[in-house]
């Protein structure tokens, strides 16, 4: 009887050993081919969601804006 219950046991084991390699292997496959083929995917679904949109240009148009009022500011304080 207890080596009915051995023999089970082993034969538990060694299935869960099965079903874990077989989820190992389609953990470590990849559907890119290089990097470069991940990372342009990567790109494309981030400009898709909006990451690199038009607030970059928002942050450099305030800069100049600044800049320029700035200028002008200079200029008025050094004329008078």
Do not use: W
């Amino acid at each position: 009887m207890l080596g009915r219950a051995v023999n089970a046991h082993a034969d538990a084991q060694v299935l869960a050993l099965e079903a874990y390699a077989a989820r190992a292997g389609a953990a470590m496959a990849c559907v890119f081919s290089s990097s470069a083929e991940f990372d342009a995917a990567l790109i494309a679904e981030r400009r898709a969601a909006g990451v690199y949109g038009p607030r970059r240009y928002r942050k450099q148009r305030l800069a100049t804006v600044a800049g320029i009022a700035a200028a002008i500011a200079l200029i008025i304080f050094l004329t008078v």
